[in-house]
């Protein structure tokens, strides 16, 4: 296994133990899903295909026990080849999830509003994060997670300076 791809793993919230081919396929599913809907829906600029997209992120965010990527990754791909199912999906990648339904709910106002040239930066800032996921193994969201429950959870001494980071 890639380097990138265990950094992948562990951004997503999975553990070293855990690591494996077969995760980071599993892994990969998601957001390859994603990128071939997101790719559609700018090239025939589709409210709708994005409302979608946002509602089923939104559903896999708040309900993780019934993600419908994580359903049809188990029943469709792990089972028939007898790979490990997905289980649920751990903060960092729900986290993600919830950035992507954020983004595409923004898109699909805009697009629906008739705001064709935010559509259009919004657009592209999904596609280049699914691009850098999907070629680079870098899930930008997810290490947003990362260093905002590293700020959180850091000791903070203001008089000290003491648990500054920069």
Not at 20 to 47: C, D, H, K, N, W
Not at 96 to 105: D, I, P, S, Y
Not at 114 to 141: H, N, Q, Y
């Amino acid at each position: 296994m890639r380097e990138s791809q265990m950094q992948f793993i562990r951004q997503q919230g999975f553990p070293d133990e855990d690591a494996s081919e077969g995760l980071y396929v599993a892994l990969m599913f998601q957001p390859r899903v994603i990128g071939t809907l997101v790719a559609f829906g700018v090239f025939f600029q589709s409210a709708w295909l994005f409302l979608a997209l946002s509602a089923v992120l939104v559903w896999s965010t708040l309900v993780p026990t019934h993600s419908p990527f994580d359903a049809f990754y188990n029943r469709f791909i792990a089972q028939p080849r007898g790979r490990t199912p997905l289980g649920v999906a751990p903060a960092p990648r729900r986290f993600a999830q919830g950035m992507a339904a954020a983004v595409t709910l923004t898109v699909g106002i805009a697009l629906g509003f008739g705001a064709a040239k935010t559509a259009w930066v919004v657009e592209a800032l999904m596609a280049i994060s699914v691009t850098a996921v999907v070629l680079r193994d870098f899930c930008g969201p997810a290490n947003v997670y990362h260093f905002m429950r590293g700020m959180w959870t850091r000791p903070h001494s203001h008089a000290t300076g003491a648990g500054r980071s920069c």
